[in-house]
């Protein structure tokens, strides 16, 4: 009894104690409550949506104080249901108050069905009325086999129906979205801000010009656009940019501050088998990348006049592979960037194909690949996806020949074209788990093997 009474006594003790400090729990004399909504709003729009919201539970005066926060507005739909997710972004949306926002995002990628066309449409007005800095609609569908359409972006007639539209707009990225060339052109025409513009498998974008006065332009993309003829790029500022995309003529008119590129698709093969196409800017480029996934039909087995790359830092390529093809044509890329620092490489072999499609670069020898060259400044290489075939080996070998200044090596053995080879059906499941650990442990050990081929000096890295 006396024991439970001295409990009792302490705890009020205690209790006394957190209010004299000011720590209770209905304590308006201090703490995150006496700031006034202003600054509750700030410290709310820095926070994620979803916990943003949360917060309405606090109290009376919380209950609506993030429908007026200016940070980020994200959906991403994950595995949510198509209503779900609908009813969900257009109920936020009819609550938020907030203007203006810095970004709207959402993406609905993971459905085969999407909304109806009048529910994207309303999330593009809502845009307008945030008067959004960045607004990216993301509408990629998972199952490429169904004949899905895109979402059609409004016409400018819509557009200038509003008294200003995204008049503060700074990045637009737009995946799985159709829109026209003309409705592109009122965007950089009018938004005077934008500083990158992203379009990603548009099939109404046919001729495209981006051309100043752009001031603030510094990224663009135009990838996976399949009725692409032309595209006229001149933009004294612009800094990096992609594309991904059907053979054209070379879109880089006047780009004197380009430092980063990424090219893939049939375009990229221009830049490998037409290197002077593309000799008036390639020369100021600081990073390089090159998607060479797409195979063709017709192929030389000559060795083409690179460009020089003489500003040229970190090479990175993407390329198919076959078994038994010679990869020494990438030591000509090294070879064409003297002040190369760094050179990454991912290989994806290819499975047996009937109509006998090419690689989309040369198969040349040693001699020509080398040409009695001798890098001074490559530091850092890394193989991607290595599994230990012959050609992959030779590469690394070469490499490590014409390049005595190599400091660190990565040969990566993860997410391997042999570890997700799928076996017959017929394999029993324990004998198809042996097979693959068999397959892992060759895998690190041509990897290991590797290693001893370079100086001891060097740091070489596998995982």
Partial sequence: MEMNKHKANSVAQNSRKRKEKGIGKHNASGGIEKLPDDMLIAILSCMRLKDAVKTSIFSRRWRYLWRFTSGKLVFVDREMETENFKSWVNHILQLHRGRPVDSLIIRFINLVLGPQSSDIDSWVFSAIHKDV????????????????????????????????????????????VDIEDEVVQYFLASCIYIECLCIRGSNATNNLQVVDPLPNLKKLEVSDCPNIQSMEICAMNLVTCTYQGSKINSPFMKTPNLRELTLGGLFCKSFIFKPNKHSSYSATLVKLVLNLNTRVRKRTNSSPDLPQLHSLKRLELNAVAKIRRGLLFFISLIKASPNLLEFRIELKYTTPDPLRLKMPYPSVTWQQARGGFCHKKLKVVEMISFIGYEEERDLLDKIAEIAPSIEKVLIDTRNTHRRDHKLPNSISGEVRKQMKSNVLRSTESNAMLMACRFPLETKVVVK
């Fill in 133 to 176: 800095k960045k607004f990216e609609l993301n509408l990629k569908r998972v199952e490429f086999n169904l004949p899905v359409q895109n979402y059609e972006f409004p016409h400018t007639d819509k557009l200038l129906s509003f008294k200003y539209p995204f008049v503060s707009l700074k990045s637009l990225i737009l995946v799985h």
